[in-house]
């Protein structure tokens, strides 16, 4: 029965689903485990994600798996993922056994709690903080300069483009200027030929419409009519005007300047302006401002070589920060270490263990580039008898052993470890006598700083629980919580296979000296 209960609480901190854990008959399989979430890290791992409750300290966590093997993850009745699941449930138990959910088994895991051994976690999360922030700026150098491979062939062509737009120096009001003398050099001849053909006409022939009017303005003058004076004045007018025109255009022609060289030199100047604004594909009077936007973006590239730059300084900068705090970290480690490996060996011997030996490794690192897990890797290595390597924790074959181990870092590290909840499955199995009335002493030790759950076959280890529940399997799997009554009984059974006076005798003698009565 107890394995059903582990497997359903393993399933609600995120481990694998399987469809066979749905009952025949039955649509979908559904668990849900609730946790009272006063404060630390889980607290601030809610806050974060908006997955709390404001008014209250529970905290649901719902898995459903349906027929089909696919399973659905809930916390606080909120939708999510199941990694978010797992990464919760890290926060909040940790099951010590030889195949379940178990943090010890994880790298992260020992580095963590040497750290908060030490009294290094600032140190670690400064480390931490300052590999992120590298790894940001490494990240966006990277980017940067691909960015700059990608446009050096654009650089390339706008700096040939700038240059040629330089030369060329073409002012705003320079073509229509250019236009207006081509137009003019290129017909000075029939210019000056008309003009001079209408001056004659206006004022220089025999006669001249001038002479005519003049002549016609006499007539009319002689004739004597006042009423004519308007018609005479008309004429007296345009007289005027004609010879005032006339003048202009003479002007005019003289101004006109039949120059071959300066026509030639006009022409050349506007092929060459012409030609440009084809090659870029726009109107030769666009040629200032397509000028300016290449300027400009010649600008933009010029700026992410400062960008490059810059960020060279800060990677400089924040490895030199990232040096000084892991060294700082580095030999908190060591002097931790050391200490942890004491403690937690002299615990192991009062477990029964005594040739167990445990070496806290730390491996350097590739030091080019700052990690957030600091300068070295920190790993946990047991040899279980003397004359063996040690070996990770992961591959020590017994799983009683492992608890054992487990039980042992847990109680070394309570006073620094923020894990609420430990579950120790069978942490009993190959010992007896003493060794069981220790680790019951040890867990109930480690009761006063976290929530311990412990699945037990031994009454030594059981009677040292400030609470003891039953798991039994008939048709169902039930567990019941036992009164002190019913606790000898349990007790006195789990001595001696049935309860006898005797045995009740010695059941209660073991919850006495258990409780340091």
Known sequence: GKSILLDALGLTLGNRSDADFVAPGAARAEVIAGFEVQGGTARA??????????????????????????????????????????????????????????????????????DEFGAATDLAEEATALAAEHQQAAARRKALLNAAEEQSAERQLLSYQAEELETLDLHPEELASLEADQAELASAESLISAGQSVTTALAAGDPSVVDLLQRATAELSALGQPRLQGVIDLLESGRIQIDEAAGDLGRYLDSIDVNPA??????????????????????????????????????????????????????????RHYARAADKLSKARKRAAKRLEKEVMRLLAELGMPATRLEVALTPRDADTPHAGGQEAVEFLIATHTGHPPRPLGRIASGGELSRISLAIQVATSETSYIPTLVFDEVDVGIGGGTAEKVGRLM?????????????????????????YQVSREADTTIRRLSEKERTAEIARMLGGKETARSAAHAREILTTAKGK
């Open 262 to 319: 300066r026509l030639r030199e006009v022409e050349t100047r506007l092929d060459a302006l012409y030609s440009v604004a084809r090659k870029h594909r726009v109107q030769a009077d666009e040629l200032p401002a397509l000028h300016k936007d290449i300027a400009r973006r010649l600008a933009r590239l010029g700026s992410l070589e400062q960008e490059l730059g810059g960020i060279d300084d800060n990677l400089t900068a924040i490895a």
């Open 45 to 114: 791992w809610l806050a974060e994600r908006e997955l709390g409750q404001a008014n209250t300290a529970e905290v649901l966590l719902r898995r459903t798996i349906g027929r089909d093997g696919r399973s659905r993850a809930f916390i606080n009745g909120i939708p999510t993922t199941v990694s978010e699941l797992r990464e919760l449930g890290n926060l909040l138990i940790d099951i010590h056994a030889q195949h379940e959910h178990q943090s010890l088994l994880k790298l992260d895991t020992h580095r963590r709690l040497l």
């Open 444 to 468: 109930r030790e480690l009761g006063k700083k976290a929530q311990i759950i412990c699945v037990t076959h031994l009454p030594q280890v059981a009677a040292h629980g400030h609470t003891q």
